[in-house]
């Protein structure tokens, strides 16, 4: 079959290469009728997601079952269906728990907790490299399309590809984003961040999927707590000031700071 192949950052090629066949009972092989290019394949095209072996990419794809595992049961042979993104068993406790993204056993080589930028990562998705999975993906004539019983979405009548396409990928991606949300509601961070930045580790918060808190800090509620602290000697603060200058100096302290130069860590402006 035709698939888009990436070889290495920068390269990828239209290319022959072997049919998908089934390889678990759960699977299913999909003709693609419709795929897409994410902006997070440019992450692996721009090199900032490691791969060393060629793979075909795309994990936005839809299509027609062609042939089904001897265990799937929830789609059939010629249902034509949308094709979540992310590969799950269905089964294990964050699949229970809404969470796919995070599978348990979909990505056994290099899943683990911690989220890092090299190990220990999510569950699999389609074409994202060997870290995640492994697996083919969708930017292809035909797809292997595993844990068929929880991910392909039959897809309503009347419906174009161009209609129900984004449903594998960036329609529920915006929507896990709900502009609505009230004042100390919870959004979600959408950009695939692969590196770390300015030493906060966005890569790791990523894959993790950690819930974070932002705003301004509810210092009346803790002040009391923490002046306990103070008093007990349980806790030092000064030890962090690298700097003391007169407040005359203030804009040089800024650029100081700024630059982090002579070891800037913190700055106290005496008036």
């Known amino acids: 079959m035709k698939a888009l192949v990436f070889h290495r950052p920068g390269h990828v090629e239209v290319n022959d290469v072997d049919d998908p066949r089934i390889e678990d009972p759960q699977d299913v092989i999909v003709r693609v009728t419709s795929t897409a290019i994410c902006g997070s394949d440019l992450h692996i095209y721009n090199g900032f997601f490691p791969q060393l072996k060629d793979m075909v990419l795309g994990h936005e794809f839809m299509g027609v079952i062609e042939e089904t595992g ?12 949308v094709v979540p993104f992310p590969i799950a068993c269905g089964a294990c406790f964050f699949c229970n728990h ?8 979909s990505n056994p080589e290099h899943y683990g907790p911690e989220g890092g930028l090299l190990t220990e990562k999510g569950g699999a998705l389609f074409g994202y490299t060997d870290l995640y999975g492994g697996y083919q993906g969708g930017q292809a004539e035909y797809v292997r399309v595993p844990y068929a019983n929880f991910g392909p979405r039959k897809v309503p009548e009347g419906f174009s590809d161009e209609e129900v396409l984004f449903l594998t990928d960036i329609f529920p991606t915006g929507y896990s984003g709900i502009s609505a949300v009230r004042r100390g509601g919870w959004v979600t961070v959408l950009g695939v961040y692969g590196v770390p930045y300015d030493n906060f580790p966005l890569g790791q918060i990523f894959d993790k999927g950690i819930f974070m808190a932002f705003g301004q800090a509810p210092a009346q509620k803790h002040i009391d707590t923490l002046i306990g602290h103070l008093e007990r000697r349980e806790i030092k603060l000064d030890d962090i000031i690298s700097h003391r200058l007169p407040l005359a100096e203030a804009p040089k302290s800024y650029e100081i700071f700024n630059e982090k130069k002579d070891d800037c860590v913190k700055v106290v402006l005496k008036p």
């Open 70 to 81: 001897t265990a799937v049961t929830n789609v059939a042979k010629g249902d034509r269906v």
């Open 98 to 105: 809404e969470l796919p993204g995070h599978c348990e056993n």
